[in-house]
C-alpha cells in the first residue's frame, strides 16, 4: 500500500485544527497514526502531488481519494483585496493579521479561526491554574461556592465574527460545547453578527448589510471562512481514464469537516477491499 500526500506531514485538516488553541490533542491523534503507518509498513511518499496518469501507470488495483476539500470564495466585489485572506493562510501558513479583523462564516471553522485570532497566548488549556482564574473556580473553595470573579488576559485583536444565516451565531456548534466556544468568544470580546448580506470589501473594510441597515466595519483584514467544497479534481481524471476510485472523507462529503466520519469510512472501506 502507498499513500500519497502532497503536504509535508500527514494529518491533512487534522494538522490544520491542531493549530487552534484547545485542540492541541490532534497531536496524539497523528502520532498515533504516524506510528501505525510505520508498524504496518506503508509507504508514505509525503510532499508528492500525484496525477491521475500516475495512479493509472502504477498499476493499482484499487484507488481512494482522501483529498479533502478545497475552501470556497464568495462571490463578493474586493474579495481579491490584499486584506482579504482564507483560512488556510491563517491558521496553515501563519499570514500575518492585522489588529481588527472581521471573520465572514461562523460554522466550526469561524469559531476556530476566531480563537486563534484571540488567543492571548497564555495557553490556559494547558495550564490549570490559568484555565481554572479564566473561569473563575476557586480551587481552594475560599468563597461561596467556589466562585471568584474570573480573571482573564486581553485579546491581542478586536474580532467580528459574522454569517448569513439569521439563526443564532453558532447554532451549528456541538450540544455540549458550543455554549463553552460562544462564551468564550464573548469573553474575549468578540462581536457576533448574524443575518449579515456581504456587500463589498475595500480600503476601507468590509461592507455588509444587517437588520435592513447598511453597515461597516473598519477593519485590517478579512478572513474567509465561508465553506468547502470536495476537491475531486483527480476523481473526474480518474474515471476519464477509465478507473472508479474511492471517495471518503471530505473529498466525499464536504459539509462541515468531520473527522469522526472520515475516519469510519476509511476502516470500513477498508474491510471491504
Known amino acids: 500500500m502507498t499513500l500519497y500526500d502532497a503536504g509535508d506531514v500527514i494529518g491533512g485538516q487534522l494538522d490544520i485544527a491542531r493549530q487552534v488553541p484547545g485542540k492541541s490533542e490532534f497531536d496524539e491523534t497523528i502520532r498515533y497514526f504516524r506510528t501505525r503507518l510505520e508498524a504496518t509498513g506503508v509507504d508514505v511518499r509525503l510532499g508528492q502531488e500525484v496525477t491521475a496518469d500516475d495512479l493509472v501507470a502504477a498499476g493499482y488495483d484499487e484507488v481512494v481519494l482522501a483529498t479533502g476539500v478545497t475552501p470556497r470564495i464568495p462571490e463578493l466585489p474586493g474579495v481579491d483585496q490584499p486584506t482579504v485572506l482564507g483560512y488556510l493562510d491563517v491558521l496553515r501558513d501563519k499570514a500575518p493579521v492585522g489588529r481588527r479583523v472581521a471573520i465572514l462564516g461562523a460554522g466550526g471553522i469561524g469559531f476556530d479561526v476566531a480563537e486563534y485570532l484571540t ?29 471568584s470573579k474570573p480573571t482573564r488576559a486581553v ?74 467544497t470536495p476537491n475531486r479534481t483527480l476523481h473526474d481524471q480518474l474515471l476519464g481514464l477509465g478507473l472508479t476510485p474511492h471517495l471518503i472523507g471530505g473529498a466525499d462529503i464536504a459539509a462541515e469537516l468531520d473527522a469522526k466520519r472520515a475516519i469510519d469510512q476509511g476502516t470500513r472501506l477498508a474491510a471491504t477491499l
Request: charge should be negative.
Open 119 to 147: 488567543d492571548p497566548g497564555n495557553d490556559a488549556s494547558h495550564d490549570v491554574p490559568e484555565f481554572l482564574a479564566g473561569w473563575g473556580v476557586d480551587a481552594a473553595h475560599e468563597t461561596r461556592g467556589g466562585l
Open 155 to 228: 485579546s491581542p485583536r478586536e474580532v467580528t465574527l459574522l454569517q448569513r444565516k439569521t439563526t443564532k451565531v453558532g447554532a451549528g456548534l456541538g450540544k455540549t460545547t458550543g455554549w463553552i466556544h460562544r462564551t468564550e468568544l464573548k469573553h474575549r470580546g468578540v462581536t457576533m453578527i448574524a443575518g449579515a448580506a456581504y456587500d463589498r470589501i475595500d480600503a476601507e473594510g468590509l461592507h455588509y448589510e444587517a437588520d435592513g441597515e447598511k453597515r461597516h466595519l473598519a477593519v485590517d483584514t478579512v478572513v474567509l471562512c465561508t465553506g468547502q
